[in-house]
């Protein structure tokens, strides 16, 4: 199993380009099973994910075509993936493939939308709370689907096909919007899904599925209006760039002190964590090119925040966040509201010498003046992220053992990092 070394106390200066948005390429590989045609993705980032999620739709019969940069490459452009579901000669996704990624259960309203019918694995991904999969089955039987449980699987029927309702979701989930609008696309009749999620990748699925002939509208708000249409075209999309890297790597050049420009990315998909960095002593610049971030000579700030869904602070920067208050000065307090177990780099965290209290939801983070390096072990996507942090700001010598977390969601991260100057290498094997 490969393992990550890292020398912290090193300034990061230079230019990280951020990759496409993992949790965007997901939801719109999984959109081209709505079309016999071909869906052309560009800018799809080189990820664990993406290669499980193309394994799932290969065995759904998709048929899947890459250029661009191959994995090893050097470039740092996205691959650009061709996807043609002209017949769907599979509609089970094993357990095997999806118990390994929660968003590949997302296939079930786009195959019962299409083919009439699904059975899909129960979701399995990162271990960071029970989440449940009760929103985006309800909101399909009220589109007419007929669901059952069976050996572990979603089955799902609709014969006369799919028709549409109003949804109104009771919470906010970003997968269920996801599920919900990739079904209601083909039903027949009008959709309302309301308290629909508005991350930034929801509008660019969106934005896809129109551009593939699917009738929306109130994209990027919390209510969805959906015009079901008989069939959908192929199109072209980029998929856009990564918030939650974006927003890693601007916490990296807080946490190490320097200055980046992040080439790509777009403040409007994170303000509010931009706001909390600058509130904590980094400049946060916007420019053409990106958002160059700066953190020279001043010392980090303590801040006071919890998660939200968009537009408020993502969950999935909550654990970077706690890295770089580990060395605020002063004492932060971080609540986490949307998953109720994503703690556990708390304890890997505490190995580097930082001083965390847990009380419920919330970490009481004591800025300490120094970490010292230690071999941690990574948990899940963001919490292995949020040592390498860590291990940024530490004295000496940091080991971050389970990288296989990190390489699901992070694209070269070592490379991009090291480029900038930070003491980071891969040892494999
Ligand atoms: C997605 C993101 C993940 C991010 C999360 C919240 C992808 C691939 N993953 O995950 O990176 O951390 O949004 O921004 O885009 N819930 C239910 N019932 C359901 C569905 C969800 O109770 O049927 C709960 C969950 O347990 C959780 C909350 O709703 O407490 C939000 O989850 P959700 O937004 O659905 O997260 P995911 O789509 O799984």
Request: proline share 4%; charged share 20%.
């Amino acid at each position: 199993m490969d393992r990550i070394r890292i020398t912290g106390g090193h300034k990061l200066e230079g230019i990280i380009p951020i990759s496409g948005a993992k949790n965007a390429a997901l939801p719109l590989m999984i959109a081209s099973i709505l079309t016999p045609e071909t869906l052309t993705l560009k800018n799809v980032p080189n990820l664990a994910d993406v290669n499980m999620l193309a394994r799932i739709l290969r065995n759904h019969g998709v048929d899947l075509t890459i250029e661009g940069k191959r994995a090893g490459g050097k470039g740092h452009l996205g691959e650009t993936f061709h996807l043609t579901a002209r017949e769907i000669v599979d509609t089970t996704a094993p357990y095997e493939l999806v118990s390994r990624m929660r968003a590949s259960f997302w296939v079930l309203g786009p195959l019962v939308a299409r083919c009439r019918q699904a059975r899909v694995s129960m979701p399995g991904g990162c271990a960071i709370g029970t989440r449940p999969v009760d929103l985006h089955l309800q909101g399909l039987k009220q589109l007419g689907a007929e669901i059952d449980i069976d050996g572990g699987y979603v089955v799902a029927k609709a014969p006369k096909g799919l028709k549409g309702a109003r949804i109104i979701f009771p919470k906010v989930s970003v997968g269920a919007t996801h599920q919900i609008l990739m079904a209601a696309v083909l039903a027949k009749g009008e959709t309302v899904i309301e308290n629909a999620a508005r991350e930034p990748e929801i509008a660019d699925v969106a934005r896809c599925l129109v551009a593939m002939g699917a009738k929306i509208e109130g994209v990027g708000t919390s209510t969805l209006r959906i015009q079901g249409v008989d069939r959908l075209e192929g199109a072209r999309h980029a998929v856009l760039p990564d918030r939650i890297e974006t927003g890693t790597f601007a916490m990296a050049v807080a946490a190490a002190g320097g200055n980046v420009m992040l080439q790509g990315a777009q403040i409007e998909d994170l303000e509010s964590a931009m706001n909390v960095l600058a509130d904590c002593g980094a400049t946060v610049k916007p420019t053409p090119d990106g958002i160059q971030i700066t953190r020279n000579g001043n010392g980090i700030g303590p801040v006071s925040v919890e998660t939200q869904p968009f537009p408020g602070f993502p969950t999935d920067l909550q654990a970077q966040l706690m890295a770089l208050m580990t060395r605020a000065d002063g004492t932060s307090t971080i609540r986490e509201t949307i998953f109720e177990n994503r703690f556990m780099h708390v304890q890997e965290l505490v190995r580097l010498g930082a001083d965390i209290h847990m009380q419920g939801d919330i970490a009481t983070v004591r800025g300490v003046k120094r970490l010292t390096g230690a071999p941690v072990m990574a948990t899940d996507l963001r919490a292995s992220v949020s040592l390498v942090i860590g291990g940024l700001m530490a004295e000496g010598e940091t080991m971050i053992n389970r990288v296989y977390h990190l390489d699901r969601g992070f694209e070269r991260l070592e490379e991009k990092l090291s480029r900038c100057g930070a003491q980071i290498e891969r040892i494999t094997g």
